[in-house]
């Protein structure tokens, strides 16, 4: 089974009535995010290198013509129509990185009606999952101030490709490390891990655990404390340290309880211990609210491992993105059904160094001191340049973040910048909005 039948059925039913129809005009569909999350000051565009492979790859093969047919109960020759449909169409999209904000395109899609209209729920399934992800990584190392954070989701994400993309787009917005080994390999990020409580309760005692490890990884070692009694792990795993003389890089790792009383004390106690170059990581169901209360409060972690909450996005798990139709043969269109209106039109966003946004249509002049946001990706179905890199990615991305304004950066209750429309799409808009209500009201 190919990607290709990762879609929707109302997908395949509409293409091939379009081809039924002759409709195959080009037409241009956005892809943006209504309104952002609460507890969201801003988004982070990701997910459109794997986008671009998708389509580079997208061709309706014969396999997927006799699975449609069957989904559907009919005959496959009904659905032949369909079959050898490739994407040749062009894509302008926000490059991976860079912040983004409600109802700002992430990319437009540019393509004969069928193709674009078949494309449409992976783009969205790929974009609303990683942005999702990438945005709450993101706070979590607005909350860190510069302490290193490691992706420790890959086990309770939702499903190993969703642990992949998460440790990727963690690497993206600046994480240092990931325990996802294959995620290590495939992007080129620094692995990491400790060992887990079963490693300790299948010794005889925490000693013998931490030795017996060391024997076996006699480089830098971190050391799980909290197995029993936090205080008396901390203690164990000085003795041991300070007894192999391991050198610089060793760290022990708390991972439940009040972490900040526990760093305290073990801060404390390494210290007597001579121990100063230990470090201290905190784990344990946490997320940018829990790092941001342990920095706030001071506790001596120097870095944190976050899984759970940050792989699933937990306290905003999904974004109310769209895939709207904004033109078709050279004419904008749009909806009006209330609380989900959408502007007509090719689109641009213009942002100027202070990340006030205008979006504007796409063929206008960019106002005076800003840049265009979407730039060419893809024509006639090929890439328009090598695929993107994450160094790259995370460059903008650092570039943005130290542009955004402070209540936006907020850990609590941040507020959103909010993009403004151009007078040429408001006046597009309000034509539009004319032209569709004349014609309703006539009953044309």
Do not use: W
Not at 11 to 18: D, F, K, N, Q, R
Not at 248 to 269: E, I, K, N
């Amino acid at each position: 089974m190919s990607q290709v039948t990762s879609t929707d059925l109302y997908e395949v039913t509409m293409a091939l009535s379009y081809l039924r129809e002759d409709m195959r005009a080009p037409a241009t569909f956005g892809l943006f995010v209504r309104d952002l999350p609460p507890g969201r000051g801003f988004l982070v565009a990701a997910g459109l290198e794997p986008a671009l492979d998708h389509l580079s790859r997208f061709r309706v093969g014969r396999s997927d013509v006799e699975d449609f047919a069957s989904v559907l109960r009919r005959p496959v020759e009904d659905l032949e129509p369909l079959h050898g449909l490739s994407f040749d169409g062009g894509v302008r999209a926000v490059p991976e990185g860079r912040l983004v904000f409600a109802g700002e395109p992430l990319l437009e899609v540019t393509a004969p009606l069928p193709q674009a209209q078949l494309v449409e729920t992976y783009l969205l399934s790929l974009l609303c999952h990683q942005t999702a992800v990438a945005s709450k990584a993101a706070r979590c190392v607005l909350a860190a101030t510069g302490r290193p954070l490691v992706d420790f989701s890959l086990r309770r994400t939702h499903g190993p490709e969703a642990g992949l993309q998460a440790a990727r787009l963690c690497a993206l917005v600046g994480f240092a490390g990931t325990s996802n080994v294959a995620a290590a390999l495939r992007y080129g990020i620094p692995a990491a891990g400790t060992m887990a409580h079963s490693y300790v309760e299948a010794f005889a005692s925490e000693e013998e655990a931490f030795r017996a490890f060391a024997r076996t990884h006699p480089g830098p070692v971190t050391f799980l404390v909290d197995t029993y009694d936090t205080d008396h792990g901390v203690a164990t795993a000085a003795r041991v340290l300070a007894d192999l003389a391991l050198g610089p890089g060793c760290a022990v790792r708390l991972d439940s309880g009040d972490l900040g009383a526990l760093a305290r004390r073990a801060r404390a106690a390494l210290d007597a211990a001579g121990l100063r170059n230990v470090q201290i990581i905190a784990s344990g169901g946490l997320d940018e609210y829990g790092v941001d209360g342990l920095v706030r409060e001071g506790a001596p972690i120097d870095a944190y491992a976050v899984g759970t909450k940050v792989g699933t996005a937990a306290d905003a798990p999904y974004l109310d993105m769209a895939y709207k139709l904004v033109e078709y043969d050279g004419r904008p269109v749009m909806k009006l059904s209330s609380a989900k209106v959408t502007a007509p039109g090719q689109k641009q966003v213009f942002r100027d160094p202070g990340l006030h946004d205008v979006i504007g249509l796409a063929n206008e002049e960019p106002p005076e001191g800003t840049e265009p946001l979407l730039r060419s990706v893809m024509r006639n179905g090929l890439r328009t340049e090598p695929p993107d890199t994450l160094a790259a990615a995370r460059a903008r991305f650092e570039a943005d973040l130290a542009a955004l304004p402070e209540e936006a950066r907020r850990i609590e209750r941040p507020v959103a910048p909010v993009p403004t429309a151009s007078t040429r799409l408001t006046a597009l808009t309000t034509v539009v909005r004319h032209r569709i209500e004349t014609r309703r009201s006539s009953g044309s």
